[in-house]
């Protein structure tokens, strides 16, 4: 799998510090982030930082949409989680719409197992419906 460059040799250090295995399904994740906001107009550019030591996603332009962020920790066994903000009903949308499809973790936290197959549509709507909830939000207002 091709991966999207790293600008920031920090948050490519993190990822390095990952079980192997983990590190391949977590690259994977964030490829589909880049490709989540390649591919939609409304996202645009992505910025790639590290917040509190985890490798986090956020769109450059203002009041687009939650920041995403990725973590892995070694009590988590074979699962590594997406992070989105917990003020948003973003978990709540996620688990209507894929009740089974991962697990859940408060008002901000998708759990995904490292043991199977990324569920690459139903990750990628999550992403992008993340990126954009702001975007939503105020579009909502403007109505």
């Known amino acids: 799998m091709k991966h999207t460059k790293f600008e920031n040799l920090d948050v490519k250090r993190e990822y390095y510090k990952f079980p192997k295995k983990m590190q391949t399904k977590m690259l994977e994740l964030r490829e589909i982030i880049f490709e989540v906001a390649n591919n939609n107009k409304n996202i645009g550019k992505i910025s790639e930082t590290l917040k509190w030591g985890e490798p986090t996603y956020q769109a450059n332009q203002s009041k687009t949409g939650s920041p995403i962020k990725i973590n892995y920790k070694q ?11 917990s003020s948003t009903d973003l978990i709540e949308t996620f688990k209507k719409n894929y009740p089974k499809t991962f697990y859940y973790t408060g008002t901000r936290e998708v759990i995904i197992n490292s043991n199977k197959k990324i569920p ?21 207002k403007k109505k």
Do not use: D, P, Q, W
């Open 75 to 85: 009590e988590m066994g074979t699962n590594f989680s997406m992070y989105v903000m």
């Open 120 to 140: 690459r549509k139903e990750i990628y709507h999550c992403i992008e419906l993340a990126l954009t909830y702001k975007f939503k939000e105020t579009s909502k």
